[in-house]
């Protein structure tokens, strides 16, 4: 135990973040993902910790922003989250959370509690249209029990505008006529492109591999080397290297292809 703990506490980060692999305590992981100055180290400390308890207490009171919105998506709660919401007003973390919460009980209470405050009223408030949009989306296509059409899908973008539904999307990710909007809207390009491949990587790590399976198949698309530089730096999150080193092998670009081949340098 004093070995593990004199390199948790090592001066030198590369150190600390391989004693993470070996630690279990998640009291000890707790404290790393509030503290450390290392954003690599906070990031694989929150991806080991599962005590839910712990995780409230770094989305609560963790010194960075990365780490708090990391544990948010670790919070199996919605109830909490909108705890978390009442307590802490930052926007981002708030976004965090409301990306999370999809009870329309637990919305209609934030709108109507006056101790949250008004933004996040707001926020609730505007939650409620999401659902008309997964709605739309998730409808029968005109092919019964097939999946909708890329041009079905282009109609709804068409529609609601790629802004507001590529926000909605990426809360019911784990839906997989979501999956093939987000994909249609990273396809497009422009500034939400960056924001649904983001949603579609974190669909890689979902329950349900075939949600995964169907994230994955609409990364491989990418073709602009802006987006693949985008998808590169998400790969520097611990909690989802491993899938995107995947995805990123999977593509035939030669920003990827460099990439890959530098890494297998180092």
Do not use: W
């Not at 990418?222 to 290297?241: C, F, Q, T, V, W």
């Amino acid at each position: 135990m004093g070995l593990f703990k004199a390199k948790y506490k090592s001066e030198d980060p590369e150190v600390r973040l391989k004693a993470i692999s070996n630690l279990g305590d998640q009291n000890i992981l707790g404290e790393l993902a509030r503290t450390d100055k290392s954003p690599r180290v906070r990031m694989a400390a929150v991806a080991r910790i599962d005590d839910q308890n712990v995780l409230i207490s770094i989305a609560l009171d963790g010194k960075e922003i990365d780490s708090r919105i990391a544990a948010v998506e670790r919070i199996e709660s919605q109830q909490q989250l909108a705890e978390i919401i009442k307590v802490r007003k930052n926007y981002q973390l708030m976004g965090a959370c409301f990306a999370r919460i999809t009870d329309r009980k637990i919305l209609e209470a934030i709108a109507n509690d006056p101790e949250y405050n008004r933004a996040a009223r707001r926020i609730a408030i505007e939650n409620f249209a999401d659902e008309s949009y997964l709605s739309e989306v998730s409808r029968p296509s005109a092919e019964p029990g097939r999946l909708k059409s890329p041009e079905e899908i282009n109609a709804i973008i068409e529609r609601y505008g790629d802004a507001r539904l590529v926000q909605a999307m990426g809360k019911f990710r784990g839906s997989p006529n979501a999956i093939l909007t987000l994909g249609a809207i990273m396809r497009r390009g422009g500034e939400t492109a960056s924001t649904a491949i983001e949603y579609l990587v974190q669909a890689l790590n979902h329950a349900n591999p075939e949600i995964r399976k169907c994230a994955e198949d609409q990364l491989v698309f990418l073709k602009e080397a802006g987006m693949i530089a985008h998808l590169i730096r998400l790969s520097e999150r611990s909690d989802l290297h491993d899938k995107v080193m995947m995805v990123l092998g999977k593509i035939e670009h030669p920003e990827a292809r460099q990439f890959l081949e530098d890494k297998g340098r180092d």
